[in-house]
């Protein structure tokens, strides 16, 4: 793995203490770079040989996490965070499907999250009024796309056995606690009804910070960032789980979350459209800020399942879809509230302020933006708004929230949008999660602002991109739930923290979402090292082809996660009595059986050794190929053609004759392997369906 492409992975918590002490125009040089880059590479190596591919994208987890977690606020009873987030895997198929499967493999976050938002809720606004509250949400959400209901149910259903545990389990369905922790920053945050307003109310404690920039005007290579921070407490919003979802008809999407909340503040899919989402403003009661509208929990997924570009999302979260307008006969999106939205993709970025009925939108150059870059906190600019009939008003958005209603956020901003110009020009991965790790701030002319020795640090006061909130010196009770970057360039990658950036040791959390390969694993039983060979030689045939990737493994090491993450599997195994040895067959029989495997539409090849001419190779490899027909899969074998390239033929399979007769293994066997792979990568590349 060449180091020089590893780079972009941020550097530990050992190197971001020093960022902590020193501004952050400091660069890494030197010795402490090649060190970044050390690092970096061994632990993508260790990474890669743990995890392996995931179906077209690849997690690499970084080798510690956030050991700090532990001492974060918890509600009494319940267990401490994790030192990262739990990552579910790849899930697929339906909308109820993946949520069955998000409650089946985190049903105890599901319920610590749970049990948290319905006792907050039903204490604060009563059982009677929650209960009633739920479906007015659910009935605009089904509006949108019926299946995220769906999804709801499927997580319920998965997370069953936990939410029975819950002291709240008889106070109602399954299903309507997760419903309520779908709704709960709509319900806590802007709460629709006559609920007063006063100036102060919308608490900064629960604001975020985030920037965008494209291209090689601000950063370094010719790539989007988009990165984010969330400022809130962590009870219980650090049980966060990660996953990637591919539903049967939409994009494949990242999320980061807590319990069985759809999404978070930061949702990025395989087209490479980011989302991202801050509070927004003010709730104005006499304006009708806040409704019973399409949470945004859930608006997220839909919007990253079924966006292409950056344009289609900001059409989805203004004014819905053609479905969401017939069901409801309204001519936008009702929202919940003010929130606002940082949309981007490969080319472009806009700002959508907004409503639970007006929108307005930000573009670069608006306020005073030198090149493709926004910078979003928690107030808003527009001088106009559209209203619920897409109709330009001049009712301005910063109606709803300004500097003067949100000096923290105004604080936040001017710091980021001085960052971005300071490293103009020089933005990348790491730098962006430096500055997502920042205790400083900069004025609006952006002169740098530390603290001074002797005075309690920025950090401890909030209004900095990554705040301390809570108490001087301990300050556990919230701050940077998680951090996010999300990079598109060559290919597409997110980067993640569980809590706050400055305290993570070693590099980010990665997922990469965009890869211009095809995985083919390579599963072998193998005694005295023959069959060994012979897997070896057909990862070097998969080798041959660009973009192909080879994974060689013992069959009795091969993992449920290996089989569902490759394209193509081609398996080899020694000849005993003409069959497949008893205890190859018994595994690979157990992966339909026990492990519930989908091949469907898999290439697969297979190879065998044995000894003697006529000792069984060929049944044993048209028994495993039978093996992968009967579980739907593809099959295909070795190419071979004349000198002279008139006549092209296949084989069944490669094979090695081996024992007393012809011990060891000749070159060309060795090359009928090798050929076998080749030809099972170039397949699964034209029938894959990953980017290409």
């Given at each position: 793995?060449?180091?020089?492409?590893?780079?972009?992975?941020?550097?530990?918590?050992?190197?971001?203490a020093?960022?902590c002490?020193?501004?952050?125009?400091v660069?890494?040089?030197?010795?402490?770079?090649?060190?970044?880059?050390?690092?970096?590479?061994?632990?993508?190596?260790?990474?890669?040989?743990?995890?392996?591919?995931h179906?077209?994208?690849?997690?690499?987890?970084?080798?510690i996490?956030?050991?700090?977690?532990?001492h974060?606020?918890?509600?009494p009873?319940?267990?401490?965070?994790?030192?990262?987030?739990?990552?579910?895997?790849?899930?697929?198929?339906?909308?109820?499907?993946?949520?069955?499967q998000?409650?089946?493999k985190?049903?105890?976050?599901v319920?610590w999250?749970s049990?948290?938002?319905w006792?907050?809720h039903?204490e604060?606004?009563?059982?009677d009024?929650?209960?009633?509250?739920?479906?007015?949400y659910e009935?605009?959400?089904?509006?949108?796309n019926?299946?995220?209901i769906?999804?709801?149910?499927?997580i319920?259903?998965?997370?069953e056995?936990?939410?029975d545990k819950?002291?709240?389990?008889?106070s109602?369905?399954?299903?309507?606690k997760?419903?309520?922790t779908n709704i709960?920053?709509?319900w806590?945050?802007?709460h629709?009804?006559?609920?007063?307003?006063?100036?102060?109310?919308?608490?900064?404690?629960?604001g975020?910070?985030?920037?965008?920039?494209i291209g090689?005007?601000?950063?370094?290579?010719d790539?989007?960032?988009?990165?984010?921070?969330?400022?809130?407490?962590?009870?219980?919003?650090?049980?966060?789980?990660?996953?990637?979802?591919?539903?049967?008809?939409?994009?494949?999407?990242?999320?980061?979350?807590?319990?069985a909340?759809g999404?978070?503040?930061q949702?990025v899919?395989?087209k490479?459209?980011?989302?991202?989402?801050?509070?927004?403003?003010?709730?104005?009661a006499?304006q009708?800020?806040?409704?019973f509208?399409?949470?945004?929990?859930?608006?997220?997924?839909?919007?990253?399942?079924y966006a292409d570009?950056?344009?289609?999302?900001?059409?989805?979260?203004?004014?819905?879809?053609?479905d969401y307008?017939a069901?409801?006969?309204?001519?936008s999106?009702?929202r919940t509230?003010?929130?606002?939205?940082?949309?981007?993709?490969r080319?472009?970025?806009?700002i959508?302020?907004?409503?639970?009925?007006?929108?307005a939108?930000?573009?670069?150059?608006?306020?005073g933006?030198?090149?493709?870059?926004?910078?979003?906190?928690?107030?808003?600019?527009?001088?106009?708004?559209?209203d619920?009939?897409?109709?330009?008003t001049?009712?301005?958005?910063?109606r709803?929230g300004?500097e003067?209603?949100?000096?923290?956020?105004?604080?936040?901003?001017?710091?980021?949008?001085?960052?971005?110009?300071?490293?103009?020009?020089?933005?990348?991965s790491?730098?962006a999660?430096?500055?997502?790790?920042?205790?400083?701030?900069?004025?609006?002319?952006?002169?740098?602002?530390e603290?001074?020795?002797?005075?309690?640090?920025?950090q401890?006061?909030?209004d900095?991109?990554?705040?301390?909130?809570?108490?001087?010196p301990?300050g556990?009770?919230?701050?940077?739930?998680?951090a996010?970057?999300?990079?598109?360039?060559?290919?597409l990658?997110?980067?993640?923290?569980?809590?706050?950036?400055?305290?993570?040791?070693?590099p980010?959390d990665?997922?990469?979402?965009k890869?211009k390969?095809?995985?083919?694993?390579i599963a072998?039983d193998?005694?005295?090292?023959?069959?060994?060979?012979m897997?070896?030689a057909?990862?070097?045939g998969?080798k041959?082809?660009?973009g192909?990737?080879?994974?060689?493994?013992?069959v009795?090491?091969?993992?449920?996660?290996?089989?569902?993450?490759?394209?193509?599997?081609?398996l080899?195994?020694?000849?005993?009595?003409?069959?497949?040895?008893?205890?190859?067959?018994t595994v690979?029989d157990?992966?339909?059986?026990?492990?519930?495997?989908?091949?469907t539409?898999?290439?697969?090849?297979?190879?065998?050794t044995?000894?003697?001419?006529?000792?069984?190779?060929?049944?044993?490899?048209?028994?495993?190929?039978?093996?992968?027909?009967?579980?739907?899969m593809?099959?295909a074998?070795?190419?071979y053609?004349?000198?002279?390239?008139?006549?092209?033929?296949?084989?069944?399979?490669?094979?090695?004759m081996?024992?007393p007769i012809?011990p060891?293994?000749?070159?060309?066997?060795?090359?009928s392997?090798?050929r076998?792979?080749?030809?099972?990568?170039?397949?699964?590349?034209k029938?894959s369906?990953?980017?290409?």
């Open positions: 793995m060449n180091p020089n492409k590893l780079m972009s992975r941020t550097i530990g918590a050992w190197l971001l020093v960022c002490c020193v501004p952050v125009a660069c890494l040089a030197g010795a402490a770079a090649e060190q970044v880059k050390k690092v970096r590479g061994e632990t993508l190596e260790k990474a890669v040989a743990s995890t392996g591919f179906g077209g994208f690849q997690y690499l987890p970084g080798p996490g956030n050991p700090s977690t532990q974060y606020e918890v509600s009873g319940h267990p401490p965070y994790e030192q990262r987030a739990r990552f579910l895997g790849v899930l697929r198929g339906s909308w109820y499907e993946i949520g069955h998000v409650g089946t985190a049903g105890d976050l319920r999250v049990d948290v938002w006792k907050q039903t604060k606004y009563g059982l009024n929650t209960m009633k509250a739920l479906p007015l009935a605009q959400i089904a509006a949108l019926p299946e995220l769906q999804f709801m149910k499927g319920a259903k998965g997370a056995a936990e939410l819950s002291p709240y389990a008889q109602s369905s399954h299903y309507e997760v419903l309520n709960f920053d709509a806590s945050y802007r629709p009804t006559t609920y007063p307003w006063t100036p102060g109310q919308g608490a900064e404690e629960n975020c910070s985030a920037f965008v920039t090689t005007g601000p950063n370094k290579r790539e989007m960032i988009a990165a984010h921070n969330r400022h809130t407490s962590f009870n219980p919003k650090c049980y966060q789980l990660v996953y990637i979802g591919q539903p049967d008809d939409g994009n494949a999407f990242w999320v980061l979350t807590a319990g909340a999404a978070a503040c949702v899919n395989e490479g459209v980011s989302l991202i989402l801050n509070a927004g403003g003010d709730q104005h006499e009708h800020a806040n409704a509208g399409v949470s945004w929990f859930l608006l997220f997924l839909h919007v990253a399942a570009t950056a344009d289609q999302a900001i059409e989805m979260l203004t004014r819905g879809t053609p307008r069901r409801t006969g309204r001519q999106l009702l509230g003010t929130w606002n939205f940082l949309i981007s993709d080319t472009g970025c806009t959508v302020e907004t409503t639970a009925d007006r929108y939108m930000r573009r670069p150059g608006d306020l933006e030198i090149g493709n870059y926004l910078v979003m906190t928690n107030h808003n600019y527009c001088n106009y708004s559209f619920e009939n897409n109709r330009r001049d009712v301005p958005m910063t709803f300004n003067k209603t949100y000096p923290g956020s105004a604080k936040r901003f001017w710091t980021l949008m001085g960052d971005i110009r300071h490293h103009y020009g020089r933005i990348d790491v730098l999660m430096q500055l997502l790790s920042g205790h400083h701030q900069r004025d609006r002319d952006g002169r740098l602002i603290s001074r020795e002797g005075e309690i640090p920025l401890y006061q909030g900095v991109s990554c705040p301390h909130l809570g108490g001087y301990g556990w009770k919230g701050g940077a739930a998680d996010k970057v999300a990079v598109h360039g060559e290919d990658r997110v980067y993640w923290t569980l809590g706050r950036p400055c305290e993570w040791q070693g980010w990665e997922v990469r979402l890869k390969t095809a995985d083919v694993l072998y193998s005694l005295t090292g023959n069959t060994e060979r897997a070896q057909v990862a070097e998969v041959r082809v660009p192909a990737v080879a994974m060689v493994k013992r009795s090491e091969v993992t449920k996660e290996n089989l569902e993450a490759a394209e193509a599997i081609v080899g195994c020694p000849t005993y009595y003409a069959n497949i040895p008893g205890r190859m067959k690979i157990d992966w339909s059986w026990k492990m519930k495997v989908d091949f539409d898999k290439v697969g090849g297979a190879f065998a044995g000894g003697g001419q006529m000792g069984g190779k060929e049944h044993v490899v048209i028994s495993l190929l039978l093996f992968m027909i009967n579980n739907r593809v099959v074998g070795p190419l053609q004349d000198e002279e390239g008139q006549d092209i033929w296949a084989e069944t399979g490669a094979g090695a081996t024992g012809d060891g293994i000749s070159p060309k066997e060795l090359d392997a090798s076998l792979g080749e030809r099972v990568a170039r397949l699964a590349l029938l369906r990953i980017n290409l």
